[in-house]
């Protein structure tokens, strides 16, 4: 496959970015996303450009590492991970634009890498269950409703990729923070901090400059492990509930 | 210089495992180790590199001590540490299935399946500390697999008889990870950790003949920052990247380790790798690494290869009486769920002889036409039907009909530095955690131990070890211009100067790619005498090209991935070196090191306990290596030959 | 101590939630059902005009008279216009103070634009100025009798049928009810979202509901001016 790349090169924080065009050949449909942008890069390199810089590390859609915005969706055209993505849905000759994360509270580090370290305080603020090491009683102790633990589950499943904030009009991070509240909420371990752990969670999140949702749907069409939609409106009452 | 210069050394004896029966002895360390009094215990540094289940777990509780920690990691956040990606569970001996498991029988089957060439005192202790681990992590609110009476959930891995793997879907790794970062943000924002990610350690600082700091480069900036501390910990995973492709994280590496080694830690068993028998088979020159698809698939489906060399026909195409059901054949009491190594080993034989199969004939038919006949295609589904989705999203085949193509790659590794009982290295005020130290596979890790290792080490072993270290030992203060500081700066700026000023005409990738390649070949899945010496002959004129050709484009004060990648890449030549050195001197089959010429008639590993019973600890020193012998000692559980025809 | 993570000092419940993007959100919500309840009554009342002029203005005047004795004669409109008032004020303060924090909170737009599903979003924030910029014209109109062709205090009906029969008055209507049945579509699913009261299994019913009662209340609201427009009601 020929392609066309349109990336958006910057070479550091405060330094003017642009689309920048690119071509490369000899791609095959087995690629995937990121090993068609290594191709390039080994190219770059030889010529004595700077490489382009994304992001990566297990290239498996477990980490959270990657992420950008291709031609204007967050992780591509499928519902997965750009590590996870392959050439295979791409057709030669496609031009395809390329483009970080974009959000007040991602800044651009370089390239297509952004600082996601927000994220990080969002879950510091109260994203854990206070269970100093030593202090644990017997794994039986409490028993957990399988529906809740498949509840909790399905919200632990979060990469903490971001790609729902990329894709929010408002960058907002609610489904980020509601994916891990109500994670923790939901099991009987995390109901002593239950409502402290949303407020926290949610100032946290307003502090870092996150946009309000408006409950757009995007994020969770965006998020490649399905988080789903509903659990922002479990947040919302978690919120709420810990404000009385 | 060569590396097959290398001198036997003094052995190595002190463990500080004490003496006496073996199930207390993990007491009676705690209750012998010095402790320091909490409210001196923020007077107290440490630097806790790496954020994984052992990192991440040895940071947290460390601070919730009182400990003030300095932690670093490469990635963007802690979260992301390679540990993420472990799928298949974490072992405990709970016997919540009243299976008849229990500690004993956790430290047996692990210092079995290590072949015989793990510490017996370290085993044990991690069998005992495992029940504690699942206790911590259910209270974290990890959402493991449950019934529906709401208990947990267990299931049976990699050749153990007993249901004793706790796991959450397929996602154990990502689950226990965020748990232990969770209680790591926890201290965070406590102000207890100082976090340093997008920070790559690059040498060890050793004042007084003690660990004392890091020089440590901001990946986003290139700045690099010596940081300061009275003891490090080196928890900073496994180097099975130096093969290129493996199933490791791409920025999975090993400088950290090999850096401490330079500056005096022992390495121990390097050769010792772990090939994992179902992986995704590579579809081409551009691979970047390697997916592992979930061991349980062997449960169900058939593995095997056409009978003539050379068959390009379509699986379907291919008559049942013209295919080979090789495991079967070969150990028909185990067929297709022979361990690992051995699974790994027959499929390498299919393939050499030429009856490969997919790109290359790098490849073997793991087919379930048979089970969806007699299961039925949904109960297929219900079993394996996140795998098959997984593989058909990388390879464009559907499993359902046609079968799925695997073959073995690098997954683990047990070498690593060496540490004593207490995980301290041979550097004092060193110590090294999870994947990064030798301690408790020996030859062989199996299923699901891993996490368990790197948890242990993390919340239960180091804590009360390094509290002994520091309650035992008077660190004055170190001068910030001390002269060994400023000589291991000036070290880490100019490799990086040397690095950038080559400006050759290869890339970073190429070279490890070719590196890789060779230690597939000659390092790999079996071994032989030849191949390691036209390794070792091999290397050091990579090495050498290198230093002729690399390019890197742009400066060391910026991000600079290339740059990352080459420096990266220089640790990996010597470490390859000493792996294959280590795999030479090793004339023995042991475990995941298969040399072809110690085989028994029937073509399998044989080990040799006379001369090999021992850990090879390897001392750094710049020319020709130092061997340490640790003789090892099995009182509890006797070595025996495998055997699964 | 090293345990001690979290400040347990908080400042007063209803500073917080107009403070936070989720609290803000919630009184947007609780602002917008007050309105929606109230638009479902005067809906309901406003069918009156098929009634006859006797209907409707009886009704307009038992509006006044509610609540007597209790009450004083019209207060209870008083009242609901306080009420409504400040539903109204709260919302559109708190849509504004949102959208732009919404709008900060993604500084620089994608190169590559697609037609995104923000669709909702976008209709949400231009059809609330729309209904904004209509409640002043109609409070004018029907009111206030300010702009109303006719403007004879006490009759409604009259006043109603004036200025439906100009184009543009009833145009303006027309307008605002396709801008209103819009709004409560998404708008009544999302304040069901706000409020947590959504969950996977009332996710659709929640929608199905949003969209009956943004067609009922926009069928309702239109048969008015249409009918006016096309004689039926004169
Ligand atoms: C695909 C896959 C599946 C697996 N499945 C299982 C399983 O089911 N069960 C099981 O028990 N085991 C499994 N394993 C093995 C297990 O995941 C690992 O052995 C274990 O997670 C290692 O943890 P760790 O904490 O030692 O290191 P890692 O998780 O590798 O963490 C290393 C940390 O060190 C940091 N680091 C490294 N070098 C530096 C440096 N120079 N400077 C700064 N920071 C540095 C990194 O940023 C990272 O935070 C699997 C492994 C793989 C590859
Ligand atoms: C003053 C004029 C108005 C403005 C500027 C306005 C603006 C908005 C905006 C920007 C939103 C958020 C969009 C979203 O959630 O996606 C919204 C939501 C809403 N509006 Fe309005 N609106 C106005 C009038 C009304 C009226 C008259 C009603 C009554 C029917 C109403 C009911 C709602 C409801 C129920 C919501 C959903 C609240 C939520 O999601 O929590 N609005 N409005
Ligand atoms: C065809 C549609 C409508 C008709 C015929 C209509 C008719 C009227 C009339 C006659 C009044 C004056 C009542 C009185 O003074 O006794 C009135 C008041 C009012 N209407 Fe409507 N209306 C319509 C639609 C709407 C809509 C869509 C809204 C809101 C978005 C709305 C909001 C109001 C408000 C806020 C008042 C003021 C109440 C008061 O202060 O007395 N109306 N309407
Ligand atoms: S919610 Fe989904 S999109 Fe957002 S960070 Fe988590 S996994 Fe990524
Ligand atoms: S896309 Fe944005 S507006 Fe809310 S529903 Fe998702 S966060
Ligand atoms: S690289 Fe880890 S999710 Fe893509």
Same mark, same amino acid.
């Given at each position: 496959?020929?392609?066309?790349? /349109?990336?958006?090169?910057?070479?550091?924080?405060?330094?003017?970015?642009?689309?920048?065009?690119?071509?490369?050949?000899?791609?095959?449909?087995?690629?995937?996303?990121?090993?068609?942008?290594?191709?390039?890069?080994?190219?770059?390199?030889?010529?004595?450009?700077?490489?382009?810089?994304?992001?990566?590390?297990?290239?498996?859609?477990?980490?959270?590492?990657?992420?950008?915005?291709?031609?204007?969706?967050?992780?591509?055209?499928?519902?997965?991970?750009?590590?996870?993505?392959?050439?295979?849905?791409?057709?030669?000759?496609?031009?395809?634009?390329?483009?970080?994360?974009?959000?007040?509270?991602?800044?651009?580090? /370089?390239?297509?890498?952004?600082?996601?370290?927000?994220?990080?305080?969002?879950?510091?603020?109260?994203?854990?269950?206070?269970?100093?090491?030593?202090?644990?009683?017997?794994?039986?102790?409490?028993?957990?409703?399988?529906?809740?633990?498949?509840?909790?589950?399905?919200?632990?499943?979060?990469?903490?990729?971001?790609?729902?904030?990329?894709?929010?009009?408002?960058?907002?991070?609610?489904?980020?923070?509601?994916?891990?509240?109500?994670?923790?909420?939901?099991?009987?371990?995390?109901?002593?901090? /239950?409502?402290?752990?949303?407020?926290?969670?949610?100032?946290?999140?307003?502090?870092?400059?996150?946009?309000?949702?408006?409950?757009?749907?995007?994020?969770?069409?965006?998020?490649?492990?399905?988080?789903?939609?509903?659990?922002?409106?479990?947040?919302? /009452?978690?919120?709420?509930?810990?404000?009385? | 210089?060569?590396?097959?210069?290398?001198?036997?050394?003094?052995?190595?004896?002190?463990?500080?495992?004490?003496?006496?029966?073996?199930?207390?002895?993990?007491?009676?360390?705690?209750?012998?180790? !010095?402790?320091?009094?909490?409210?001196?215990?923020?007077?107290?540094?440490?630097?806790?590199?790496?954020?994984?289940?052992?990192?991440?777990?040895?940071?947290?509780?460390?601070?919730?001590?009182?400990?003030?920690?300095?932690?670093?990691?490469?990635?963007?956040?802690?979260?992301?540490?390679?540990?993420?990606?472990?799928?298949?569970?974490?072992?405990?001996?709970?016997?919540?299935?009243?299976?008849?498991?229990?500690?004993?029988?956790?430290?047996?089957?692990?210092? !079995?399946?290590?072949?015989?060439?793990?510490?017996?005192?370290?085993?044990?202790?991690?069998?005992?500390?495992?029940?504690?681990?699942?206790?911590?992590?259910?209270?974290?609110?990890?959402?493991?697999?449950?019934?529906?009476?709401?208990?947990?959930?267990?299931?049976?891995?990699?050749?153990?008889?007993?249901?004793?793997?706790?796991?959450?879907?397929?996602?154990?790794?990502?689950?226990?990870?965020?748990?232990?970062?969770?209680?790591?943000?926890?201290?965070?924002?406590?102000?207890?950790?100082?976090?340093?990610?997008?920070?790559?350690?690059?040498?060890?600082?050793?004042?007084?003949?003690?660990?004392?700091?890091?020089?440590?480069?901001?990946?986003?900036?290139?700045?690099?920052?010596?940081?300061?501390?009275?003891?490090?910990?080196?928890?900073?995973?496994?180097?099975?990247?130096?093969?290129?492709?493996?199933?490791?994280?791409?920025?999975?590496?090993?400088?950290?380790?090999?850096?401490?080694?330079?500056?005096?830690?022992?390495?121990?068993?390097?050769?010792?790798?772990?090939?994992?028998?179902?992986?995704?088979?590579?579809?081409?020159?551009?691979?970047?690494?390697?997916?592992?698809?979930?061991?349980?698939?062997?449960?169900?489906?058939?593995?095997?290869?056409?009978?003539?060399?050379?068959?390009?026909?379509?699986?379907?195409?291919?008559?049942?009486?013209?295919? %080979?059901?090789?495991?079967?054949?070969?150990?028909?009491?185990?067929?297709?769920?022979?361990?690992?190594?051995?699974?790994?080993?027959?499929? !390498?034989?299919?393939?050499?002889?030429?009856?490969?199969?997919?790109?290359?004939?790098?490849?073997?038919?793991?087919?379930?036409?048979?089970?969806?006949?007699?299961?039925?295609?949904?109960?297929?589904?219900? !079993?394996?039907?996140?795998?098959?989705?997984?593989?058909?999203?990388?390879?464009?085949?559907?499993?359902?009909?046609?079968?799925?193509?695997?073959?073995?790659?690098?997954?683990?590794?047990?070498?690593?530095?060496?540490?004593?009982?207490?995980?301290?290295?041979?550097?004092?005020?060193?110590?090294?955690?999870?994947?990064?130290?030798?301690?408790?596979?020996?030859?062989?890790?199996?299923?699901?131990?891993?996490?368990?290792?790197?948890?242990?080490?993390?919340?239960?072993?180091?804590?009360?070890?390094?509290?002994?270290?520091?309650?035992?030992?008077?660190?004055?203060?170190?001068?910030?211009?001390?002269?060994?500081?400023?000589?291991?700066?000036?070290?880490?700026?100019?490799?990086? %100067?040397?690095?950038?000023?080559?400006?050759?005409?290869?890339?970073?990738?190429?070279?490890?790619?070719?590196?890789?390649?060779?230690?597939?070949?000659?390092?790999?899945?079996?071994?032989?005498?030849?191949?390691?010496?036209?390794?070792?002959?091999?290397?050091?004129?990579?090495?050498?090209?290198?230093?002729?050709?690399?390019?890197?484009?742009?400066?060391?004060?910026?991000?600079?991935?290339?740059?990352?990648?080459?420096?990266?890449?220089?640790?990996?030549?010597?470490?390859?070196?000493?792996?294959?050195?280590?795999?030479?001197?090793?004339?023995?089959?042991?475990?995941?090191?298969?040399?072809?010429?110690?085989?028994?008639?029937?073509?399998?590993?044989?080990?040799?306990?006379?001369?090999?019973?021992?850990?090879?600890?390897?001392?750094?020193?710049?020319?020709?290596?130092?061997?340490?012998?640790?003789?090892?000692?099995?009182?509890?559980?006797?070595?025996?030959?495998?055997?699964?025809? | 101590?090293?345990?001690?993570?979290?400040?347990?000092?908080?400042?007063?419940?209803?500073?917080?939630?107009?403070?936070?993007?989720?609290?803000?959100?919630?009184?947007?919500?609780?602002?917008? @059902?007050?309105?929606?309840? *109230?638009?479902?009554?005067?809906?309901?009342?406003?069918?009156?005009?098929?009634?006859?002029?006797?209907?409707?203005?009886?009704?307009?005047?038992?509006?006044?008279?509610?609540?007597?004795?209790?009450?004083? *004669?019209?207060?209870?409109?008083? @009242?609901?216009?306080?009420?409504?008032?400040?539903?109204?004020?709260?919302?559109?303060?708190?849509?504004?103070?949102?959208?732009?924090?919404?709008?900060?909170?993604?500084?620089?737009?994608?190169?590559?634009?697609?037609?995104?599903?923000? *669709?909702?979003?976008?209709?949400?924030?231009?059809?609330?100025?729309?209904?904004?910029?209509?409640?002043?014209?109609?409070?004018?109109?029907?009111?206030?009798?300010?702009?109303?062709?006719?403007?004879?205090?006490?009759?409604?009906?009259?006043?109603?049928?004036?200025?439906?029969?100009?184009?543009?008055?009833?145009?303006?209507?027309?307008?605002?009810?396709?801008?209103?049945?819009?709004?409560?579509?998404?708008?009544?699913?999302?304040?069901?979202?706000?409020?947590?009261?959504?969950?996977?299994?009332?996710?659709?019913?929640?929608?199905?509901?949003?969209?009956?009662?943004?067609?009922?209340?926009?069928?309702?609201?239109?048969?008015?001016?249409?009918?006016?427009?096309?004689?039926?009601?004169?």
């Amino acid at each position: 496959m020929n392609l066309t790349l /349109r990336i958006w090169r910057q070479s550091g924080p405060d330094a003017p970015g642009a689309m920048t065009e690119y071509h490369v050949s000899g791609i095959s449909p087995d690629m995937s996303f990121l090993e068609m942008l290594d191709t390039l890069n080994e190219e770059l390199i030889l010529r004595g450009d700077q490489p382009v810089a994304f992001d990566h590390d297990c290239r498996e859609g477990i980490c959270g590492a990657c992420g950008m915005v291709i031609n204007g969706q967050a992780h591509g055209p499928e519902r997965t991970t750009t590590c996870q993505l392959h050439m295979r849905h791409f057709a030669d000759g496609d031009t395809i634009d390329v483009e970080p994360w974009r959000a007040g509270a991602f800044p651009v580090v /370089r390239d297509l890498v952004v600082d996601r370290s927000a994220f990080d305080r969002i879950i510091g603020s109260g994203g854990y269950i206070t269970a100093p090491t030593g202090s644990a009683p017997e794994a039986h102790a409490t028993p957990v409703p399988k529906d809740a633990a498949d509840l909790a589950f399905e919200h632990a499943e979060c990469i903490g990729c971001g790609a729902c904030v990329a894709a929010c009009p408002n960058g907002s991070a609610m489904l980020f923070t509601a994916a891990k509240v109500v994670h923790l909420n939901v099991l009987p371990q995390g109901a002593p901090e /239950r409502a402290g752990r949303a407020r926290a969670m949610v100032e946290a999140m307003d502090a870092e400059g996150f946009g309000g949702c408006t409950n757009t749907g995007e994020c969770a069409t965006a998020c490649p492990k399905g988080i789903p939609l509903t659990g922002i409106s479990v947040l919302n /009452r978690e919120y709420l509930r810990g404000l009385r | 210089m060569s590396y097959l210069d290398y001198r036997v050394g003094e052995p190595i004896a002190d463990t500080k495992a004490p003496a006496g029966p073996i199930e207390q002895r993990w007491d009676q360390r705690r209750f012998e180790a !010095k402790l320091v009094n909490p409210a001196n215990r923020r007077k107290h540094t440490v630097i806790v590199v790496g954020t994984g289940l052992a990192g991440g777990a040895a940071g947290a509780t460390l601070a919730e001590q009182g400990y003030h920690v300095v932690q670093f990691c490469f990635q963007d956040s802690p979260r992301r540490a390679h540990s993420i990606a472990a799928q298949g569970g974490i072992n405990a001996a709970k016997n919540y299935r009243n299976d008849g498991d229990s500690v004993r029988r956790l430290f047996y089957d692990t210092v !079995k399946g290590g072949d015989f060439r793990a510490r017996e005192s370290n085993v044990h202790r991690l069998a005992q500390v495992s029940v504690e681990i699942i206790d911590q992590c259910v209270a974290q609110g990890v959402p493991f697999a449950r019934e529906y009476g709401g208990l947990l959930d267990t299931r049976s891995f990699g050749g153990v008889q007993v249901s004793r793997t706790f796991y959450a879907r397929g996602q154990t790794g990502q689950q226990l990870l965020l748990g232990a970062y969770q209680a790591l943000s926890r201290q965070i924002a406590a102000g207890n950790v100082e976090m340093h990610a997008r920070t790559e350690m690059l040498d060890l600082v050793v004042v007084d003949g003690r660990a004392r700091g890091i020089v440590a480069r901001d990946l986003v900036t290139g700045e690099l920052t010596t940081h300061l501390a009275d003891a490090v910990v080196l928890a900073t995973g496994g180097y099975g990247n130096v093969f290129y492709l493996s199933t490791n994280a791409k920025n999975s590496n090993a400088t950290a380790i090999w850096r401490a080694h330079r500056r005096g830690a022992f390495f121990a068993n390097p050769c010792f790798t772990q090939i994992h028998p179902t992986c995704i088979p590579r579809s081409g020159d551009h691979q970047s690494k390697l997916t592992l698809m979930s061991e349980s698939l062997r449960n169900d489906g058939r593995i095997w290869v056409p009978r003539a060399q050379g068959d390009t026909r379509p699986p379907g195409e291919i008559p049942e009486h013209e295919r %080979d059901y090789y495991l079967e054949r070969i150990y028909p009491a185990f067929g297709n769920l022979v361990p690992r190594d051995i699974a790994s080993r027959a499929a !390498k034989v299919v393939c050499d002889e030429g009856r490969g199969v997919g790109p290359g004939g790098q490849g073997v038919y793991l087919d379930f036409a048979d089970a969806i006949a007699r299961m039925g295609r949904a109960a297929v589904e219900a !079993k394996y039907g996140n795998l098959f989705e997984m593989y058909e999203r990388i390879t464009a085949e559907d499993p359902y009909t046609v079968p799925m193509r695997i073959y073995p790659a690098i997954h683990y590794t047990m070498g690593g530095l060496w540490v004593d009982y207490d995980l301290q290295t041979t550097v004092p005020g060193l110590f090294a955690i999870g994947e990064a130290n030798f301690s408790d596979h020996g030859a062989n890790r199996l299923g699901a131990s891993a996490l368990m290792q790197g948890l242990a080490d993390g919340y239960f072993v180091l804590p009360p070890t390094l509290n002994h270290y520091l309650g035992s030992t008077r660190l004055d203060p170190v001068a910030a211009d001390h002269p060994e500081i400023e000589a291991v700066e000036a070290d880490v700026a100019d490799r990086l %100067d040397l690095i950038l000023a080559v400006d050759g005409d290869r890339t970073p990738d190429s070279f490890h790619r070719e590196l890789g390649e060779l230690l597939w070949d000659e390092c790999g899945m079996a071994r032989d005498e030849a191949g390691l010496r036209r390794a070792l002959a091999r290397i050091p004129e990579l090495r050498a090209e290198f230093w002729r050709r690399i390019k890197v484009p742009g400066t060391g004060a910026e991000l600079n991935q290339a740059l990352e990648k080459a420096n990266r890449l220089v640790d990996y030549f010597e470490l390859a070196e000493l792996m294959c050195l280590d795999a030479l001197h090793r004339a023995e089959s042991c475990g995941g090191h298969f040399r072809t010429e110690s085989a028994t008639a029937d073509g399998e590993a044989a080990r040799n306990d006379e001369e090999f019973s021992y850990a090879a600890a390897w001392e750094y020193t710049g020319g020709a290596p130092v061997l340490h012998r640790e003789h090892l000692v099995f009182e509890h559980v006797h070595p025996t030959q495998r055997s699964y025809a | 101590m090293a345990l001690l993570t979290r400040a347990v000092r908080r400042p007063s419940t209803l500073a917080t939630l107009w403070r936070s993007t989720v609290g803000k959100k919630a009184v947007m919500a609780v602002s917008g @059902l007050v309105m929606l309840l *109230y638009l479902v009554f005067h809906m309901l009342g406003n069918l009156k005009v098929f009634f006859g002029p006797g209907d409707l203005n009886g009704y307009a005047h038992w509006l006044r008279t509610l609540g007597e004795p209790l009450l004083h *004669y019209g207060w209870f409109l008083w @009242l609901a216009r306080v009420v409504l008032l400040a539903a109204v004020v709260a919302h559109a303060v708190a849509a504004y103070q949102l959208s732009r924090r919404d709008a900060a909170a993604r500084p620089q737009k994608y190169v590559h634009r697609r037609q995104r599903t923000s *669709y909702a979003t976008r209709t949400m924030r231009w059809g609330g100025v729309i209904l904004g910029l209509f409640i002043v014209w109609h409070i004018l109109d029907l009111t206030t009798l300010t702009v109303n062709p006719r403007g004879e205090e006490g009759h409604p009906y009259q006043n109603i049928v004036a200025s439906f029969s100009t184009w543009y008055g009833g145009g303006i209507y027309c307008l605002a009810m396709l801008a209103l049945g819009l709004h409560v579509r998404h708008g009544f699913w999302s304040a069901a979202q706000t409020l947590g009261a959504n969950n996977p299994r009332r996710d659709r019913a929640l929608k199905l509901t949003a969209n009956a009662t943004a067609l009922l209340l926009t069928a309702g609201f239109l048969s008015v001016p249409v009918a006016v427009m096309t004689g039926v009601v004169r």
